[in-house]
């Protein structure tokens, strides 16, 4: 009787992974009949399956139990991925949600249904491995127990050799404790070093105004106006009248803005993106340079400069994006808006700005603002719904990101919705931010550079989906960004300088620029800095025009990537609103 009910609890728990299993058999038989790729994973899927038996008959219990425990949270975390974003979890994947761990509370939070359900999967995993078998000791449960390990131990080994890739629908339980093998092997082997110190010596000439970078979060670069005719008010064109669309008015004229154009990012999600820009690197060697190379607040310390870091994403001193405690010490000052609403942060951030680069003391500032991310039915206010039809509103009004794209079925006509929410997110998070900060009238001349972390895909072509970015297999969207300059209003060399080189690199440069751009900023020298960290924006060499969709590139395999052609680039389809005047709300 024990030995029934341990089975079954097994059995359920593996047909509660049905969905997964089926997903992949369609995608090995549909529209191209994969025979080789059916029998592999076939042969794959009854090993695990034997495997798993063989634990769980194991007699000693000091053994079974912690197998029972590693396999039940493979389960959990590999299960809980996927019934939240509803994709596969590679070896990618699960880098990122390691890094990620700090928005666990987050995740709880707003993707509770899914991952209860996998707890509850995983529950009855480690219930039918854990408990005591009872008889059985034939040559079919011998030879079960013999290959057990083994098999766990050989799909690591596997997975090593593909470069993580290749559990897709396997049992979660091997799949997730071979990845979470693998992951423990990588820390070992290439997990972070030392930290060097800046050996680059600045100039006698100190900077006396702030170097700020402001990191938005998923703005897609073709849906603003400076990109694109049909793109939405940034608050980033030349004085022409247009000034206060946004629901703000300016004090002055602008300062001098400077347009790159459309740019490539680092990579298509958030972690790898914001590490790269705090930590520098080129194409070739950035995996080494932000495991132990110095980080731009040290560069920035070496230089004489202040430090601030403002955070409009997390609160309560939570860190992202792989900052730790060492990289803390160098920020002097650190901001976050646990009092704001999240509809209101990036605006609290734009004042908050403003009185720092008044306050004539020369900082490097950066920032990363609550953007674009999904949800994005509540990250504006009615003032501003100027693109309708849109989505429904008051689910998210406390999130600023995590969460599933706004309860997206993947049909048209609901991302026609998501495009114009999205629309109206840009018109308050990006045109009213500068908008608001451009209304101060003594912020200093300061040097701004602008971009977001990705990019996104909204389905413009058509096709399924419910993703925007972070996709295992990405659209060109997904790493396509803004770039711009502003600032430099008291020297007129440097403006032209900055006309010059935004005419000369629109819509041909990357993220990789940046960290070589602040460097010159600081005083540090172009010759120094371009061995090191590749040319800046001021450079004429061209660079590819792609973004990395392999950002960690372990375990043999190599970064890949993804070239974007301009003119395939999707632009904001105009069949997609009835444009209302936006309000003034004071």
Same mark, same amino acid.
């Given at each position: 009787?024990? !030995?029934?009910?341990?089975?079954?609890?097994?059995?359920?728990?593996?047909?509660?992974?049905?969905?997964?299993?089926?997903?992949?058999?369609?995608?090995?038989?549909?529209?191209?009949?994969? @025979?080789?790729?059916?029998?592999?994973?076939?042969? /794959?899927?009854?090993?695990?399956?034997?495997?798993?038996?063989?634990?769980?008959?194991?007699? !000693?219990?000091?053994?079974?139990? #912690?197998?029972?425990?590693?396999?039940?949270?493979?389960?959990?975390?590999?299960?809980?991925?996927?019934?939240?974003?509803?994709?596969?979890?590679? %070896?990618?994947?699960?880098?990122?949600?390691?890094?990620?761990?700090?928005?666990?509370?987050?995740?709880?939070?707003?993707?509770?249904?899914?991952?209860?359900?996998?707890?509850?999967?995983?529950?009855?995993?480690?219930?039918?491995?854990?408990?005591?078998?009872?008889?059985?000791? =034939?040559?079919? *449960?011998?030879?079960?127990?013999?290959?057990?390990?083994?098999?766990?131990?050989?799909?690591?080994? +596997?997975?090593?050799?593909?470069?993580?890739?290749?559990?897709?629908? @396997?049992?979660?339980?091997?799949?997730?404790?071979?990845?979470?093998?693998? %992951?423990?092997?990588?820390?070992?082997?290439?997990?972070?070093?030392?930290?060097?110190?800046?050996?680059?010596? #600045?100039?006698?000439?100190?900077?006396?105004?702030?170097?700020?970078?402001?990191?938005?979060?998923?703005?897609?670069?073709?849906? /603003?106006?400076? !990109?694109?005719?049909?793109?939405?008010?940034? =608050?980033?064109?030349?004085?022409?009248?247009?000034?206060?669309?946004?629901?703000?008015?300016?004090?002055?004229?602008?300062?001098?803005?400077?347009?790159? =154009?459309?740019?490539?990012?680092?990579?298509?999600?958030?972690?790898?993106?914001?590490?790269?820009?705090?930590?520098?690197? $080129?194409?070739?060697?950035?995996?080494? *340079?932000?495991?132990?190379?110095?980080?731009?607040?040290? %560069?920035?310390?070496?230089?004489? +400069?202040?430090?601030?870091?403002?955070?409009?994403?997390?609160?309560?001193?939570?860190?992202?994006?792989?900052?730790?405690?060492?990289?803390?010490?160098?920020?002097?000052?650190?901001?976050?808006?646990?009092?704001?609403?999240?509809?209101?942060?990036?605006?609290?951030?734009?004042?908050?700005?403003?009185?720092?680069?008044?306050?004539?003391?020369?900082?490097?500032?950066?920032?990363?603002?609550?953007?674009?991310?999904?949800?994005?039915?509540?990250?504006?206010?009615?003032?501003?719904?100027?693109?309708?039809?849109?989505?429904?509103?008051?689910?998210?009004?406390?999130? *600023?990101?995590?969460?599933?794209?706004?309860? +997206?079925?993947?049909?048209?006509?609901?991302?026609?919705?998501?495009?114009?929410? %999205?629309?109206?997110?840009?018109?308050?998070?990006?045109?009213?931010?500068?908008?608001?900060?451009?209304?101060?009238?003594?912020?200093?001349?300061?040097?701004? @550079?602008? $971009?977001?972390?990705?990019?996104?895909?909204?389905?413009?072509?058509?096709?399924?989906?419910?993703? $925007?970015?972070?996709?295992?297999?990405?659209?060109?969207?997904?790493?396509?960004?803004?770039?711009?300059?502003?600032?430099?209003?008291?020297?007129?060399?440097?403006?032209?300088?900055?006309?010059?080189?935004?005419?000369?690199?629109?819509?041909?440069?990357?993220?990789?620029?940046?960290?070589?751009?602040? @460097?010159?900023?600081?005083?540090?020298?172009?010759?120094?800095?371009? #061995? +090191?960290?590749?040319?800046?924006?001021?450079?004429?060499?061209?660079?590819?025009?792609?973004?990395?969709?392999?950002?960690?590139?372990?375990?043999?395999?190599?970064?890949?990537?993804?070239?974007?052609?301009?003119?395939?680039?999707?632009? #904001?389809?105009?069949?997609?609103?009835?444009?209302?005047?936006?309000?003034?709300?004071?």
């Amino acid at each position: 009787m024990q !030995n029934r009910v341990k089975y079954m609890l097994i059995i359920l728990s593996l047909l509660l992974g049905g969905g997964e299993i089926w997903r992949r058999l369609v995608m090995l038989a549909v529209p191209d009949f994969h @025979l080789v790729g059916l029998i592999a994973f076939g042969i /794959l899927f009854a090993a695990c399956l034997v495997s798993l038996v063989g634990i769980a008959l194991f007699k !000693n219990g000091w053994l079974r139990w #912690p197998l029972a425990l590693l396999l039940a949270a493979g389960s959990m975390m590999v299960d809980g991925y996927q019934w939240a974003v509803n994709d596969f979890m590679s %070896y990618e994947s699960f880098v990122t949600m390691v890094q990620s761990a700090g928005d666990l509370g987050s995740a709880l939070e707003q993707q509770g249904v899914a991952l209860l359900l996998a707890g509850g999967k995983a529950l009855l995993l480690l219930i039918g491995v854990g408990m005591k078998p009872r008889g059985a000791n =034939g040559l079919v *449960t011998r030879a079960a127990k013999a290959v057990a390990l083994p098999v766990l131990l050989g799909l690591s080994v +596997l997975l090593f050799f593909r470069g993580g890739e290749g559990g897709s629908a @396997l049992p979660s339980s091997h799949g997730g404790a071979s990845l979470a093998m693998l %992951y423990v092997y990588d820390m070992a082997t290439t997990g972070k070093g030392p930290r060097q110190k800046v050996t680059l010596k #600045p100039g006698a000439a100190r900077r006396t105004s702030d170097i700020v970078l402001i990191v938005d979060e998923s703005i897609a670069g073709a849906y /603003l106006d400076i !990109n694109s005719a049909a793109g939405v008010y940034s =608050g980033l064109l030349p004085d022409e009248g247009e000034a206060g669309e946004a629901g703000e008015s300016e004090a002055g004229p602008k300062p001098p803005i400077h347009n790159f =154009g459309l740019a490539t990012s680092i990579t298509h999600c958030s972690v790898g993106s914001n590490v790269v820009l705090r930590f520098g690197g $080129t194409r070739d060697n950035y995996r080494e *340079t932000i495991r132990t190379g110095p980080s731009i607040w040290a %560069y920035a310390k070496a230089a004489g +400069l202040g430090t601030i870091y403002i955070d409009a994403q997390r609160t309560g001193g939570r860190y992202q994006n792989q900052m730790d405690d060492a990289e803390r010490k160098l920020i002097d000052v650190w901001d976050q808006f646990d009092e704001v609403p999240v509809v209101d942060r990036d605006h609290a951030v734009a004042d908050r700005l403003a009185g720092y680069l008044a306050d004539d003391v020369p900082q490097l500032i950066l920032i990363n603002k609550v953007g674009g991310h999904f949800p994005v039915s509540d990250k504006f206010p009615m003032s501003h719904a100027r693109y309708q039809p849109m989505l429904k509103r008051g689910k998210f009004a406390d999130v *600023t990101d995590m969460a599933t794209p706004d309860d +997206l079925d993947g049909s048209a006509d609901n991302w026609r919705l998501y495009r114009n929410s %999205y629309r109206n997110t840009l018109l308050w998070s990006v045109g009213g931010f500068f908008d608001r900060l451009f209304s101060y009238e003594a912020i200093g001349d300061a040097t701004i @550079l602008y $971009t977001s972390d990705h990019g996104q895909s909204f389905h413009e072509r058509g096709g399924g989906g419910e993703a $925007t970015h972070c996709t295992p297999a990405p659209n060109i969207e997904e790493g396509v960004v803004p770039l711009v300059v502003i600032g430099d209003r008291g020297d007129a060399e440097r403006n032209q300088r900055w006309a010059e080189a935004a005419a000369a690199g629109k819509d041909q440069r990357s993220h990789y620029r940046i960290f070589p751009t602040m @460097l010159g900023l600081m005083g540090y020298a172009p010759q120094d800095i371009a #061995p +090191l960290y590749g040319p800046d924006l001021f450079a004429v060499e061209p660079e590819p025009f792609s973004f990395n969709t392999r950002f960690n590139a372990r375990l043999g395999s190599e970064p890949s990537w993804l070239h974007v052609p301009l003119d395939d680039i999707a632009r #904001p389809p105009l069949s997609d609103y009835r444009a209302k005047p936006v309000a003034d709300p004071k």
